[in-house]
């Protein structure tokens, strides 16, 4: 097959370039590149998940419908999805031959485009897909961007504000690398275009989500939504729901939005009209959760008395504290007697997830978990600390205790949040149903628990525990599910306004 010459007003190159000194410099800045111990953490930071192959082989026959010329790959990887292309165009009996733009930034994956694919022309840049500049418009993408968190990335304002005036208002900043893909990907589509794009699921529920969503369905972008299931584990050991977003231009103003749930790669090959569900646009609220709306599950629906408020309006829901080391400012009941420690410096304190079952936590299973040897003692120092006490001070200090990111931002080091305890306590992470805690024993509680605290004058007890037995009620494993985040292998995970965003019946709160 021939190849053209490098054409400028496209930016790609024919075989793989090296980074000038703009993308060195924004991808230094934007992914934190520093020198990685071991390639395991590399990918972490470089948000790698890798396709797995049959997966990649129904996104690619499904960007194949249209015949399209031009294909964007704007995270290359491994190059799973030329791979694809290439035995997908093998079992056609005509010639076509796309041309494939790629992107990848990783230049310690081995990507040898003209020995693996040499009857497709590929062209290679090794440029970061966000700050390439292109003008270029593509018939077809298939991609899985990368995966990165919002704190790992420090892209220049100009790069922010393209994606604000693209969407029509601020994007969080907040925002998953993967979203920002997504975003450019549409912007790069030609009429009738089509991209085909394995993601997360977060963006559907996550505060971030939002705006994207809202702009998706102004623009009438989504064609298609095809959802693993909560168990599946599509990216291996990463644990993160999986889902794939199929964004078509030319859609007419009435076409209905087509979804269904599937557990693995072979399912989508086998799939029946009948487990596909149609959505229109006026249908998702881009306010609203949307994986239990789109996947209509057969989990029991939410059932509570049509008069409802809001948790906010009764209660607030705070993080556990977080103490920046555990393993000091938490002690065993034994290594309280062994540093002679007085009880008055130390509180009762819940540590880990699974010291906790649902129901009443009293005094006696807090003894239990003394006697397991369990860490139940948080410190909480009185103004004057006798001689043991500055001992123990001296050995965290010793051990840079102080000089720690959490402790050393606090007014006094040693002393963790101030706060009482809380009468309910919620599991932050679950899967079958969160752990609902009344907290009798009125121990602290660290991270892996949020607290649930009363907003009414007076502490009504009566009240307070009307609602713990509502929150551990089948109508409230519901609510809380439709509330929830979900990664992979069907964990789920609750955040403070989740818990407080769920419906209550109004009679809790007479």
Known sequence: MSRRRFNPATAFFLRPSPLNCYDAAILATALKTR??????RRKRRLGQVFTPRDIADWMVRAALADRPKRWLDPSLGGGVFIDALRDA????????????????????????????????????????FLTAGLRTRFDACVANPPYVRHHELEYPPAIWQQFDEQIGTRISRNTNLYCLFILRIWSMLAPNGRAVIITPLEWLNADFGRAIKSYLLNENAIDSMWLFDDASTVFGDALTTAGITVLRRGRTADE?????????????TRLSSSAIKEFKRRDLDPDAKWTALLRQQDERRVAIESNTTSLATFAT???????????YFTLTENQRRERELDKRDLSPCVTRASDLQAGVFDREKWQQLCEAGKRVWLLTPRQTCNKNFVAYLDAGRQRGIDRRHLPSHRPVWYRPENRPPAPILISVFFRERPRVVWNEMGALNLTAYHGIYTKLNGENEQQLYALYKWLASDAATDALLAQSRVYGGGLRKLEPRDVMAVQIPRRLVR
């Open 317 to 327: 829901c705070s993080r556990g504290i977080a103490t920046g080391a555990n393993d």
């Open 35 to 40: 020198s990685l111990p071991d390639a395991s």
């Open 89 to 128: 165009l093998a079992d056609t009996d005509d010639d076509f031959a796309p041309t494939v733009y790629a992107f990848e930034i990783d230049d310690q994956l081995d990507i040898k485009p003209r020995k693996q694919w040499p009857q497709i022309d590929v062209r290679l840049a090794r440029r970061d």
């Open 256 to 268: 209905p939005i087509r979804v269904a749930t599937i557990s693995n790669g072979q399912a989508l």
